[in-house]
């Protein structure tokens, strides 16, 4: 373990933004970990996972922790159910081709995703109808402020669209593992989501395995967001909002095409992609950034873009869905 010093955080957020650490530390096991969160002379800390969520704005003058916790376990098993544990540090993709693998069944629809096993928690992350919580099991956390092991059931996460406990209290836990139960067999496939359905059909599959799904997920994905690799973007930049039934109705009047997906009983899910683009911003330029051409919720760098910039965009973006349609957009990375 060594703290380097000034040094690009470029390859390690997937916006691919260019800004510079201070001080920086990557920590493979749990004893380096508390050893840089004890040290005196740092007491600020960033701590960085995948760096698939986030938006960095300006240089950083905290001293960055890079979570690199490796390792998957299964802890027990039997005919039906396993359960599997994987460290913080493991690439979540890589993670759910590890399962795809031993046919272990629930992560298919969420291949694919970038950041890395420790993170999903945060924004309880989900796809085509599944979300993290619903194989989660429980997570091992470290106290930033005084370095003590808790750990957290799914039933004291506050799991939520896009949001978990560790999201409300930022910056407090670092997980460091997590566990979660997949199926062996009679696996609960969901393929409700209209283009898993339709991919599915294109292929000519009509009982899929869940390497099926998987697939048919990588290539939906791979259609419709850009590789981080080659253009540098975050996912969803905005969550989708939620309004009131009453909301939606006033919206029909004049945009009788919205879509909505139902929430509750009164409240309704519109796609920001959908506001976004209806406000003219899909596949627009600005220079070396812009909103991705075919989905509209992901804001993109095209090389050399600075967070400031895209920062700017976003705001331009959720002042116009207000003004248009009169309804606000909440950015779902965030900006460091
Ligand atoms: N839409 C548009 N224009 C666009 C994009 C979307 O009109 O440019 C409308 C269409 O009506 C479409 C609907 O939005 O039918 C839904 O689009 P999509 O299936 O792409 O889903 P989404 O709501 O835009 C969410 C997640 C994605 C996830 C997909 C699939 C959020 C913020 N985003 O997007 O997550 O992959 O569903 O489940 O909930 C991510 O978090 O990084 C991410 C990509």
Redesign the pocket.
Known sequence: MRIQHNISLKPYNTFGIDVTAKHFVSVSNISELKEVLSLPEFPAKLILGGGSNMLLTKDQDKLVIHINLKGIDIISEDDNFVIVKANAGENWHEFVLWCMKNNFGGLENLSL?PGNVGTSPIQN?????VELKDTFVSCETISVSNLSTQTFLKSECDFGY?DSIFKQKKDQHIITNVTFKFTKHNHKLNIN?G?ISSELELVGIKNPSIQDISKAVISI?ES??PNPKVIGNS??F???PVITSKEFEKLLVNFPDA?SFSVSTNEVKV????L??KAGF?GKHFGNYGVHK?????LVNYGGAKGSDILNLSKLIQKTVLRLFNISIEA?VNIL
Request: glycine share 12%; proline share 6%.
């Open positions: 995703i992350i989900g796809a085509y109808g896009r989501y283009t994905r419709k967001l996912g969803s905005f969550k989708n879509p796609p920001a992609g959908w976004i683009e899909k075919y989905q509209a919720l992901v779902e």
